[in-house]
């Protein structure tokens, strides 16, 4: 089993910057995706921005030049930069963790609980 924890949300003006991590831990032999997702209240959850173990990076459109994603394979943690804050990135970022509890095993997905993230003006 594989917990997935995040941290470092809350409330931030316009324009502002907020940093979010994410730890996963417990039956991991090796990670490859890492990411997040967003849902803003009514709306579907959205992929945010998610990197590979070696490094390569996707971002959703509307992050992109404002957020970067990036991890620290050896603390098997993933963390989310945002600048330059709006209002429509307010929402419940949740990590999600792809990983293999063995060397031969299917990987498959984890999910923390979420963190709330509010932009104000």
């Known amino acids: 089993q594989v917990q997935v924890v995040e941290s470092g949300g809350g409330l931030v003006q316009v324009g502002g910057s907020l940093r979010l991590s994410c730890a996963a831990s417990?039956?991991?032999?090796?990670?490859?995706?890492m990411g997040w997702y967003r849902q803003a209240p009514g709306k579907q959850r959205e992929l945010v921005a998610q990197?590979?173990?070696?490094?390569?990076?996707t971002y959703a459109d509307s992050v992109k030049g404002r957020f970067t994603i990036s991890r620290d394979n050896a603390k098997n943690t993933v963390y989310l930069q945002g600048n330059s804050l709006k209002p429509e990135d307010t929402g419940v970022y949740y990590c999600?963790?792809?990983?293999?509890?063995?060397?031969?095993?299917?990987?498959?997905?984890?999910w923390g609980r979420g963190t709330q993230v509010t932009v104000s003006s």
């Open positions: 999600k963790v792809d990983s293999k509890s063995t060397w031969y095993g299917k990987p498959h997905a984890s």
């Open positions: 417990g039956s991991v032999f090796s990670i490859d995706y």
């Open positions: 990197i590979t173990s070696g490094g390569d990076t």
